[in-house]
């Protein structure tokens, strides 16, 4: 039995709830168990390159203030920490934030599915929001606080962004550009929603007005964010060290680097035409800066790294520009 829309929200955002709990609920975090207390957290999400990822971090050390307030029994969750300093309270913060932010992008992921331009059967849009909470659920062995609500973001603009070149409003314009400055604040992996836009607007309509006025005005929002942010803290940091040969030499990273081909490959195997594949694969050509600061200070093992080009790459692998107006 098909389900109708609501039903289908009600159903996949219930999916997410319930696989996210029991990843975090279930299992003992090893990897990030030494920002699981708040001290701890402020020191190293204050300085570096965490310092500019604002937003999600407001809303974590809100939800963490906002628990203090209620006299909570913490060993009812029977939580076991690796690291002695470990907070169930701030362990609790971290899951109630992506909690919520992955339930969000996975509701903004049905509504891109139901959209026109998302070929697809039934089966198979299901089968893709599945996945796609599947693999994000695997990524939170690394906990923090921004990545799942950056996913939101990218999501919400990939929505806008379908409306807007059905219509060519310069409102939504506006409004894609407001996404993609807050998106900012969050992350500056925001930076792939240029990319996503570039290689949508470049299928449609190739190196023309149409593809260059749009992709001038959301990169101006997002420099604007990008630069201000660090006019602010009068700091121009963009990664904190060369990581690049431990990501080419040490095994766990390899298997990092794996897991990037085995689901780029992935979304290759279920594009519904040539046409998708070739959008896929100028996506990763547009989000080359991105890639490359992942190789250079990123580490590799950490597989949320990918997440957003999987998730896009995901969507693209359906989207039909053909059928935009």
């Avoid at 590799?300 to 693209?316: A, G, H, K, Q, V």
Wanted: hydrophobic content about 55%; proline content about 2%.
């Amino acid at each position: 039995m098909k389900l109708n829309l609501l039903s289908k929200l009600f159903f996949t955002t219930l999916l997410a709830f319930t696989v996210n709990s029991f990843v975090y609920f279930s299992f003992g975090n090893i990897y990030s168990s030494k920002i699981l207390n708040y001290t701890d957290f402020q020191q190293q999400f204050s300085s570096g390159i965490y310092q500019y990822r604002i937003l999600s971090g407001y809303f974590l050390v809100w939800i963490y203030e906002f628990l203090s307030t209620f006299n909570i029994d913490y060993s009812i969750l029977k939580l076991k920490f690796f690291d002695a300093a470990a907070e169930p309270k701030m362990y609790l913060s971290f899951f109630l934030l992506n909690t919520f932010f992955l339930v969000l992008t996975v509701a903004v992921m049905v509504l891109i599915t139901e959209t026109k331009n998302f070929v697809a059967t039934y089966s198979e849009k299901l089968l893709l929001i599945t996945v796609a909470i599947l693999t994000v659920a695997l990524s939170q062995f690394v906990i923090v606080p921004y990545d799942i609500s950056s996913y939101f973001f990218l999501l919400l603009f990939y929505y806008v962004f379908i409306v807007y070149l059905n219509t060519n409003s310069p409102q939504k314009l506006i409004v894609l550009a407001i996404i993609m400055l807050v998106s900012t604040l969050n992350r500056e992996s925001s930076a792939l929603s240029l990319s996503l836009a570039s290689t949508l607007l470049f299928s449609k309509f190739g190196l023309r007005k149409e593809t260059l006025v749009p992709v001038a005005v959301l990169a101006f929002a997002f420099l604007t964010a990008y630069l201000g942010m660090r006019f602010m803290n009068e700091s121009f940091s963009t990664n904190d060290g060369n990581l690049l040969v431990q990501n080419l030499s040490e095994p766990k990273n390899i298997l990092g680097l794996l897991f990037w081909l085995v689901f780029f490959v992935f979304t290759l195997l279920v594009a519904k035409d040539r046409k998708c594949i070739k959008n896929i694969i100028l996506f990763h050509l547009l989000s080359i800066p991105y890639i490359l600061m992942c190789f250079y200070s990123g580490i590799l093992y950490e597989i949320r790294l990918y997440i957003p080009l999987f998730l896009t790459s995901l969507l693209l692998s359906r989207t039909d520009v053909r059928k935009f107006q």
